[in-house]
């Protein structure tokens, strides 16, 4: 995380094309070797970062209230991850921001953003797929005598569970980019990921986590 976070500094104050992997090494403390053992680019130096914000959308949505729907899970989790000064120093923030901004005019970056946004969807498929079947369990134990200690793994998420995690994931993704790419203040991006979430409220929620 230390090059990942010496490369997004690099970036941000003196700008893409003026950083050489050689001076994210230098500003690391490591030898550009040690770089290259970990990154093939100086764009790929910044994707644990970026994999950062994404990861903690989805443990937000693992970690959301049982009693929630998958939909108001989906929105709580937004709240937790993009309400300003919520687990996020002002700095990261605007440190996100640029980051984000600069993927959108950088094509070898922005291969980096999109593959760990893919990354996320499959992640946030996996984590509906668990409440899914943790709701179904809850059911079957209110209604049933204690039986085997035994879980079983939740299935594989369906094509209709990976649609709507990547609806999901879209609905974020095009919120902080649209936020990044503005002058607006930071809740910018809450308020767009909430709206476009809204399209999932009458998502047929029963039928994708029963697959």
Known sequence: MDIARAAAGLFVHQGLRATRAEDIARAAGVAPRTFYRYFATKEEAVAPLYSLGAERWVDAVREAPAALSPPQALEHAVRQTLTPGAGVGAASWEGARTLIRLAGTSPALRKVWAEVCHTSEQALADALAVR????????????????????????????????????????????????????????????????????????????????
């Open 132 to 211: 899914g079947a943790s709701g179904r369990r809850a059911g079957r134990a209110a209604g049933c005598a204690a039986g085997s200690d035994n879980v079983a793994e939740p299935p594989p998420p369906g094509p209709r569970l990976r649609f709507a995690a990547a609806t999901a994931g879209a609905a974020v993704r095009v919120a902080v980019e649209c936020w990044a790419a503005s002058a607006e203040e930071s809740p910018q991006a809450l308020e767009l990921a909430l709206a476009n979430l809204r399209v999932l409220r009458g998502f047929a929620w029963d039928e994708a986590l029963g697959e």
